[in-house]
């Protein structure tokens, strides 16, 4: 505030103003809390940092600058440069405002602010080995130091970069064995400052990889006694460092290169050699075998003994006695008429394919494992089953036959030897063996059902197949029985609808023959039959007999009477009239009614209640009232109870 006084007197006169007084009042506000605090630039010894004015009641005075809580200076402005700082290291900067009365703002919020670092870790040392295998290298190495603190490390194979890894050691896999590989570390800080490469560490993968097997085996020269055989090089992932070379499984010696010279052998003896192949830690498995026997030139002896094991109509199985080598016998080669089948190991052959019933000259001769071959033994003649079965017999047919006796004939079979007879058979069952082509059966049932076959067969009991079967019934001059029982199963107007027992036969009915009024209808399999299109209230007579395959056939049945049902009403009476009446009684008639089979009476109606039924065509009614009127209506009626409809009506008063 600002104050000024005047002078007056009384009579109003009043003097200029006194010079102003200026006075404020006292301020307890302080000013706002700073805010915004933010870097504007730091290097590794210097930070600059800004922030947004506060605001005060009265006016903002300056600003208290803290780094770490530490007041650093006053300042008017709202901007700080800080000097002297250790690079990469953390400072918290936090700042007030206060005003001419010495009012101050509580702290801003912290400003974390870290110095440049530009120092790299020291090298990493200590490179080694942990562990490795053909495909994988664990290394670890002595941590590195920093001014600040070390990040990780970046791991380096052959100069390539691998992974960034927190700790001293790191796994490598996925690597090819028997390798050299060398690996470099370097260390890195939080803000990218990476040391200069460690020494090197060479490591070499371990070499699990044997040799290729050896290949390609060959004789290169042979005698009796010795052996030279040579190989194709093997190769390796490292290098091939020689080959042991084995006969029958042991080994004989180590060679640097693909030949070897065997000795000392025994004639005409098979020997098999395999090689392997080895590098500085490894050796291949077994080379193929390679078979050589030693040059042999004595034939064995000449096979004896020659004799036949076995024998069928194409096989011919035959046994010799051992030949003798002075090496020992490879096999036999075996000849027919001649000709060499086969080559066997053993003592014995089996000749197959052969026509049967003929000579064969068999001979045999020895071989040993150099291919000298003996003289042909002395030479066995055998000849072949004969298993040939004549022709089936054909062309069966029935010569004459009765009741109780079948006489059959067929055609004659052939053979490669001979036909030297024939089987008959009835239904299966062997009856006999005839040498011709004939044969009479008897003793058999009438009107049976009987099958011939017939077999060929010839001396070495080969025996053909069956015949086509011939099938054969005796004659039957058996009727069936006549039917019995006949009923009526159903009728109408127009049907009837009838059954019977069935009869019986001594071979077997076949079926029935049916009859209306003497006519044959039908012939049917079973024991109904329905018969229709006949004439309402008919009378029929049906009969029946029986009839087997033979057409034998039975007496008739006796007669069942039927009549169909009559559904036909007589005619409506007609000419209804007055003969008398009194004042009590009336007196009526009428025409008599027709029908297709017969009126059997008629009903009389009196205004419409029926009073009575009768048999005549008149009617008499008592006990009326006297000047009464009345209608009178009459209907026919037959024996089914079929009626007509009523008459007209009549009207009749009584006398008054």
């Known amino acids: 505030y600002v104050y000024t006084v005047k002078a007056y007197d009384a009579s109003s006169n009043i003097s200029a103003a006194s010079t102003g007084l200026s006075v404020r009042t006292n301020d307890t506000q302080a000013p706002t809390v700073p805010s915004g605090l933010k870097v504007d630039a730091k290097t590794d010894k210097t930070v600059n940092i800004s922030w947004t004015a506060s605001t005060d ?7 208290e600058v803290y780094r770490n ?53 020291t090298v990493p040392t200590g490179l080694k080995v942990d562990a490795k295998t053909d495909k994988t290298v664990n290394i670890s190495w002595t941590a590195s130091t920093d001014n600040v603190g070390v990040s990780g490390y970046e791991v380096y194979r052959n100069g390539t970069k691998l992974a960034r890894v927190t700790g001293t050691v790191y796994a490598d896999s996925g690597l090819t064995q028997g390798t050299l590989y060398v690996y470099t570390v370097k260390a890195y800080d939080a803000t990218s400052n990476i040391s200069a490469a460690s020494a090197g560490l060479s490591v070499r993968t371990n070499d699990t990889q044997a040799p290729t097997v050896p290949t390609g085996l060959k004789v290169d020269a042979k005698t009796d006694k010795t052996v030279n055989i040579s190989w194709t090089a093997s190769t390796d992932n490292v290098g091939v460092s020689g080959y042991e070379v084995y006969r029958n499984g042991t080994k004989l010696a180590s060679v640097t290169g693909t030949v070897y010279a065997d000795s000392g052998l025994t004639q005409g003896t098979l020997y098999v050699y395999t090689v392997k192949a080895y590098d500085a830690s490894n050796i291949s498995a077994a080379s193929t075998g390679l078979s050589v026997r030693t ?96 022709t089936v017999p054909v062309g069966l047919k029935v010569d004459a036959k009765t009741d109780k006796t079948v006489n059959i004939s067929w055609t004659t079979s052939t053979d490669n030897v001979g036909v030297t007879c024939y089987e008959v058979y009835r239904n299966g069952t062997k009856l006999a063996s005839v040498t011709g082509t004939v044969y009479a059966d008897s003793g058999l049932t009438q009107g049976a059902l009987y099958v011939y076959t017939v077999k060929a067969y010839d001396a070495s009991s080969n ?53 209306r009024n003497g006519t044959k209808l039908a012939r049917v399999t079973g024991t109904v039959y329905a018969d229709s299109g006949l004439t309402q209230g008919t009378l029929y007579v049906y ?84 000047g009464t009127l009345y209608v009178y209506t009459v209907k026919a009626y037959d024996a089914t109870s079929n009626i007509s409809a009523a008459s007209a009506g009549l009207s009749v008063r009584t006398n008054d």
Request: aromatic share 6%; net charge negative.
């Open 463 to 515: 025996i053909s197949a069956a015949s086509a079967g011939l099938s054969v019934r005796t004659n039957d001059t058996q009727a069936p029985t006549a039917p019995t029982g006949l009923k009526v199963d159903a009728k109408t107007d127009k049907t009837v609808n009838i059954s019977w027992t069935a009869s019986t036969d001594n071979v077997g009915v076949t079926g029935y023959e049916v009859y």
């Open 295 to 390: 040059n042999d030139t004595q034939a064995p002896t000449v096979p004896t003994g020659l004799k036949v094991d076995a024998k069928t109509d194409k096989t011919v199985n035959i046994s010799w006695t051992a030949s003798t080598d002075n090496v020992g016998v490879a096999g036999y080669e075996v000849y027919r008429n001649g000709t060499k089948l086969a080559s066997v190991t053993g003592t014995v052959y089996a000749d197959s394919g052969l026509t049967q019933g003929t000579l064969y000259v068999y001979t045999v001769k020895a071989y040993d494992a150099t291919n000298n071959v003996s003289a042909a033994s002395a030479g066995l003649s055998v000849r072949t089953n004969d298993t040939q079965a004549p």
């Open 57 to 63: 009641n009265v006016g903002v005075s300056g600003y």
């Open 69 to 121: 809580g530490t007041k650093l200076a006053s300042v008017i402005g709202t901007v700080y440069a800080d000097l002297g700082l250790t690079q990469g290291t953390l400072y918290v900067y936090t700042v007030k405002a206060y005003d001419a009365s010495s009012n101050i703002s509580a702290a801003s919020a912290g400003l974390s602010v870290r110095t440049n670092d530009t120092q790299a870790p």
């Open 543 to 626: 009969t029946v007999k029986a009839y087997d395959a033979s057409s034998n056939i039975s007496a008739a049945s006796a007669g069942l009477s039927v009549i169909t049902n009559d559904t036909q009403a007589p005619t409506v009476p007609t000419g209804l009239k007055v003969d008398a009446k009194t004042d009590k009684t009336v007196n009526i008639s009428w025409t008599a009614s027709t029908d297709n089979v017969g009126v059997s009476g008629y009903e009389v109606y009196r205004n419409g209640t029926k009073l009575a039924s009768v048999t005549g065509t008149v009617y008499a009614d008592l006990g009326l009232i006297q």
